[in-house]
């Protein structure tokens, strides 16, 4: 089982509507979650981060977290043509060996079409 | 803050050759992670400094690959004897402590 999943995609939504992006982790010691945009041929940009169960509203973008279910997402509320792009879902382990690390899903491939 | 840059951004080599890469983080931040991301993958954790210490190396990584943050500011990773499966995209980040982490523009590696 991978530490952090991301369905691949690709996600497929109209210009305006919500796109949701999910991503499952293994490691219930992961303490904070990230999201990352990547345009093709760039490197990841930040654009949200959660450390606690709930919503964390920003902009246009909601990230959600659920510890319980071991689950966080990622609502892009209004979707443009240029919120075209992958995007990363990344967890940190608040300790053990691997105290600090960001671990990477697969990324989804969102496409906002006209 | 003029973030984190990478340097070089491309880098294209033959199969054998040495090559390193550079990485200056965004100025206090103490964190330094190095990844590797392929085509269609999410980044791949390589290693990661708290100032001067590295504190983790991915068992992934050959002997071929060795990273140093001498006096905890800027990095550089290192693949000796490259091989085409090295080819690339390999990413620097910097954090303040355990909260969000910045992106360098990456080098990319082609081994020919």
């Known amino acids: 089982q991978k530490e952090v999943e991301q369905n691949s995609g690709p996600l497929s939504v109209p210009e305006g509507a919500i796109a949701s992006l999910n991503c499952t982790y293994s490691d219930r010691g992961s303490q904070s979650f990230f999201w990352y945009r990547q345009y093709s041929g760039k490197s990841p940009e930040l654009i949200m981060s959660i450390y606690s169960n709930g919503d964390k509203e920003d902009g246009r973008f909601t990230a959600q977290l659920n510890k319980a279910s071991q689950y966080v997402s990622l609502l892009i509320r209004d979707s443009q043509p240029s919120d075209s792009a992958t995007y990363l879902c ?9 105290y600090g690390k960001l671990t ?9 079409h006209p | 803050d003029t973030g984190v840059s990478q340097d070089p951004r491309h ?10 890469f550079r990485c200056d983080p965004i100025s206090e931040h103490n964190r330094l992670y190095w990844y590797r991301q392929t085509l269609g993958q999410g980044p791949e954790f390589l290693t990661y400094f708290q100032n001067e210490a590295q504190l983790e190396k991915s068992r992934l990584l050959s002997d071929r690959f060795s990273a140093e943050r001498p006096k905890g500011s800027f990095s550089t990773l290192e693949i000796q ?18 909260v969000e982490a910045f992106f360098g523009q990456g080098t990319r590696l082609t081994v020919v």
């Open chain 1, 104 to 112: 990477f899903g697969q990324g989804t491939i969102l496409t906002v």
């Open chain 2, 11 to 20: 880098k294209i080599t033959k199969r054998g050759q040495n090559v390193t």
């Open chain 1, 90 to 98: 990344a967890a940190r382990l608040a300790g053990g060996t691997s």
């Open chain 2, 81 to 98: 004897r490259t091989e085409q499966g090295d080819s690339a995209m390999y990413l620097c980040a910097s954090s303040r402590g355990h």
